[in-house]
Structure formats: C-alpha cells, structure tokens
C-alpha cells in the first residue's frame, strides 16, 4: 500500500466527515495533508478557508452516489501530498508543489453538474476560467506561486475517454 493507510468506513472517509475534519472553514484544516501542505506553502488559513468552500460548492448533490465528489477529490490532492512529501517532490521549489496541490483539490470542480452526476472535465475548465469566484480564488493563489495556466493543464490531463479516437483529441 506503498505506506498509505486509508481510514474509516469502506477504506474512506465519508463526505460528511471530510468537511467537518477539514474543510469546517480557515482554521479547520484538520487531517488533510493536501490543505497542511499548502499552509506550509505559504497559502494562509483565509485562502485555504475560500478554497474549502469552493470545493464544497464545486460537489453538489449527495456525495455518496458520484465517486467523482468531494471524498475522492480530498483523496487525489491528499496522495499528491503524500507523492510531495517524498524525496523528489521534496526536490521542486513550494510554487510547484502548491500548484500541482491545488490542480489535485480541484481536477473535479463542477458546480454546474446535475448532482449526484460525475464531474466533467470541461466543464471544470471552464468554470476555473469563467467563474468570477473560481478566477479571483486562482488569482488569490497565484501570489502564494499557483501557477493558473498550469492548474488547467493539470486538469485538462485528468480528461479520458475508454475510445482510441477520443482520446486522441484529449
């Protein structure tokens, strides 16, 4: 398991138990290593707190139907924290750490979805570039080194599609 210990029910942790321990505002940053790496980064407490809200925003719907949720988007930044915390993710400079962190938390922002419906990469794109919450909070970002331009390249990579030729145009 490469030293990464899952908790709670089903080897995750609930929707309900993911905001309360650490997406509960500024200061509630809680068991999430994604959230302490940024602070660490130099992201302060109120940004973090914007970033908490807009993913919980980002999720709508019962979070227990769509594996594309919160849970597994605090999941995704958290393993890329623990990827970061390694010898070679120790070796990039905190901007670049900070970016992939913020690429990870928010590769399935889609507040637009139907809930319950799984997040859709365009869409996510075209939030982070059109929401006026969304572009102040990556413009907020980039003054601690997030890199915007490369956050939606991130996410344009998380794109897939099972068809050879749809894949190509990803």
């Known amino acids: 398991d490469g030293g990464l210990k899952a908790r709670g029910p089903a080897n995750g942790v609930s929707p309900e138990q993911a905001y309360a321990e650490g997406f509960g505002g500024a ?3 809680g068991g999430f290593a ?23 925003d980002g999720h709508p719907g019962d979070q227990t139907k769509v594996y594309h949720g919160l849970t597994h988007s605090v999941r ?9 915390d390694g010898p070679e993710g120790r070796a990039l400079s905190e901007p670049a750490r900070n970016t992939l962190l913020v690429a990870a938390a928010l590769h399935d922002y889609d507040p637009s979805r139907t809930p319950g419906s799984p997040a859709r990469v365009s869409a996510t794109l075209e939030t982070l570039e059109n929401d006026a919450k969304a572009s102040a909070l990556l413009q907020e970002l980039s003054a601690h080194g997030v890199d ?7 996410v344009k990579y998380t794109d897939f599609s099972p068809d050879p030729a749809a894949r190509a145009k990803i």
Do not use: C, E, I, M
Not at 34 to 56: D, E, Q
Not at 76 to 84: G, P, R, S
């Open 148 to 154: 915007a331009a490369a956050v939606k390249a991130l």
């Open 76 to 84: 995704v930044a958290n393993v890329a924290a623990a990827v970061l």
């Open 34 to 56: 994604f959230a302490r790496s940024l602070s660490r980064g130099g992201v302060p407490a109120a940004t973090l707190g914007r970033l908490s809200s807009l993913l919980k």
């Open 27 to 29: 200061g509630a940053l």
